[in-house]
């Protein structure tokens, strides 16, 4: 399918395939933030809302030396899920039983449980590797980049009400709330990332709130025409009906909104006979979460039919590449992994370490080449509009 685009005076077409000169000027900006901010009496940055790295990754670290061993026999156990599929329905009930979709939720508890802590030890703490928007930029400092581009596509400006859907730990509508003034309400299954999502934006001196709710247990738990805008990050793979799922969205946006996506996508060169495609694709699933496989197509189609029309349809990384930026987070934490086996040898650190750090780091790699043959991306973007009254 083409990629569809539409300019707008608010929203002019951007050529996000290559590096502009903007946001080159922007990452310098946010450069100079951080290293203002490392300086700064509370060691935060109001800006892009990162307190100091050491102390997540030390939250992190003391939550992983105290899992309990059925903390770590499910969060393995999870695993199971990413080797199925929504589409094929039968293949998840063998597996799983009828009540699948349940027993997908507590997998995904499990999952998430474990795997927020994990991501928080290296510069992946927003649990996602964002477009490829600046090649002067680490992955944190892209993900700055992308959130803003979020709240320019969307038109966020100060007092509107914003709907985050898998807002992880927070992090982003932190972000979100500090470089717009929007208030976000985020959701979450998973009581924990909420817990933490809670109190991180509260020590920030933010009013946004959070919600467990399973997105796959519809309807949403809001009033009609009671958002501004909505965004959601590599969330959509863990839908099971797209459609439902953004006719809801569509029911508690206001006539007028914008609504952004960023996902995963299978594209086209992907050839699920082929030997080597398919076996890519059964180790990054698990590496990434997803649960689905949609397409660009099954994306923009569920959307029309839930009443949306499609602005912009686009990869949103430099060349349509996320390569470099998961190629330097693999690094970081195949290396971070071998401090770890080591202080587990030692027995400085408890046995399972072992287990999480060598489940985390298994297919980094696999990951970097489907990206490099263009089989599938997690930098799909989306911007959609809900039509006026």
């Given at each position: 399918?083409?990629?569809?685009?539409?300019?707008?005076?608010?929203?002019?077409?951007?050529?996000?395939?290559?590096?502009?000169?903007?946001?080159?000027?922007?990452?310098?900006?946010?450069?100079?933030?951080?290293?203002?901010?490392?300086?700064?009496?509370?060691?935060?940055?109001?800006?892009?809302?990162?307190?100091?790295?050491?102390?997540?990754?030390?939250?992190?670290?003391?939550?992983?030396?105290?899992?309990?061993?059925?903390?770590?026999?499910?969060?393995?156990?999870?695993?199971?899920?990413?080797?199925?599929?929504?589409?094929?329905?039968?293949?998840?009930?063998?597996?799983?039983?009828?009540?699948?979709?349940?027993?997908?939720?507590?997998?995904?508890?499990?999952?998430?449980?474990?795997?927020?802590?994990?991501?928080?030890?290296?510069?992946?703490?927003?649990?996602?590797?964002?477009?490829?928007?600046?090649?002067?930029?680490?992955?944190?400092?892209?993900?700055?980049?992308?959130?803003?581009?979020?709240?320019?596509?969307?038109?966020?400006?100060?007092?509107?009400?914003?709907?985050?859907?898998?807002?992880?730990?927070?992090?982003?509508?932190?972000?979100?709330?500090?470089?717009?003034?929007?208030?976000?309400?985020?959701?979450?299954?998973?009581?924990?990332?909420?817990?933490?999502?809670?109190?991180?934006?509260?020590?920030?001196?933010?009013?946004?709130?959070?919600?467990?709710?399973?997105?796959?247990?519809?309807?949403?738990?809001?009033?009609?025409?009671?958002?501004?805008?909505?965004?959601?990050?590599?969330?959509?793979?863990?839908?099971?009906?797209?459609?439902?799922?953004?006719?809801?969205?569509?029911?508690?946006?206001?006539?007028?909104?914008?609504?952004?996506?960023?996902?995963?996508?299978?594209?086209?060169?992907?050839?699920?006979?082929?030997?080597?495609?398919?076996?890519?694709?059964?180790?990054?699933?698990?590496?990434?979460?997803?649960?689905?496989?949609?397409t660009q197509e099954s994306l923009e189609v569920a959307l029309k039919e839930a009443g949306f029309e499609i602005v912009r349809s686009e990869n949103a990384s430099i060349d349509g590449l996320q390569a470099p930026l998961i190629d330097t987070v693999d690094v970081?934490?195949?290396?971070?992994?071998?401090?770890?086996?080591?202080?587990?040898?030692?027995?400085?650190?408890?046995?399972?370490?072992?287990?999480?750090?060598?489940?985390?780091?298994?297919?980094?790699?696999?990951?970097?080449?489907?990206?490099?043959?263009?089989?599938?991306?997690?930098?799909?973007?989306?911007?959609?509009?809900?039509?006026?009254?």
């Amino acid at each position: 399918m083409a990629t569809t685009l539409m300019e707008t005076p608010q929203h002019p077409v951007r050529d996000r395939g290559s590096e502009s000169d903007t946001s080159v000027d922007e990452i310098a900006q946010v450069k100079q933030q951080n290293a203002l901010a490392s300086l700064g009496k509370h060691g935060k940055d109001l800006d892009t809302a990162s307190p100091k790295r050491w102390k997540t990754f030390w939250s992190a670290f003391r939550h992983l030396a105290h899992l309990t061993p059925k903390e770590v026999d499910d969060f393995m156990a999870s695993y199971v899920i990413y080797n199925l599929d929504w589409s094929d329905e039968k293949q998840m009930t063998e597996a799983l039983g009828p009540n699948y979709q349940e027993k997908v939720g507590d997998c995904l508890k499990s999952y998430y449980g474990v795997l927020n802590h994990l991501c928080a030890l290296g510069d992946v703490e927003k649990m996602y590797i964002p477009p490829w928007m600046s090649r002067k930029a680490n992955c944190l400092e892209n993900q700055i980049l992308y959130e803003r581009s979020i709240a320019q596509d969307i038109g966020l400006k100060a007092g509107d009400k914003v709907l985050d859907l898998g807002c992880g730990r927070g992090r982003v509508a932190a972000h979100m709330a500090q470089h717009t003034g929007a208030h976000v309400t985020g959701l979450n299954i998973d009581p924990n990332q909420v817990e933490q999502a809670t109190s991180y934006n509260k020590q920030l001196g933010n009013s946004n709130n959070f919600v467990v709710q399973d997105f796959n247990d519809l309807p949403l738990p809001f009033a009609n025409d009671s958002f501004d805008a909505f965004y959601q990050i590599q969330a959509l793979s863990l839908c099971k009906d797209l459609t439902g799922l953004f006719r809801e969205i569509f029911r508690v946006v206001k006539p007028g909104s914008r609504i952004s996506l960023l996902d995963w996508i299978s594209l086209p060169d992907y050839d699920a006979t082929n030997p080597e495609h398919a076996e890519l694709m059964r180790r990054v699933k698990p590496l990434i979460g997803a649960v689905g496989t949609p397409t660009q197509e099954s994306l923009e189609v569920a959307l029309k039919e839930a009443g949306f029309e499609i602005v912009r349809s686009e990869n949103a990384s430099i060349d349509g590449l996320q390569a470099p930026l998961i190629d330097t987070v693999d690094v970081y934490f195949r290396t971070l992994r071998q401090a770890i086996l080591a202080l587990v040898k030692v027995h400085v650190l408890p046995r399972h370490f072992k287990t999480l750090i060598n489940r985390l780091c298994l297919d980094g790699q696999a990951f970097v080449k489907m990206d490099t043959m263009r089989l599938a991306t997690t930098s799909y973007s989306i911007i959609a509009q809900k039509p006026k009254a």
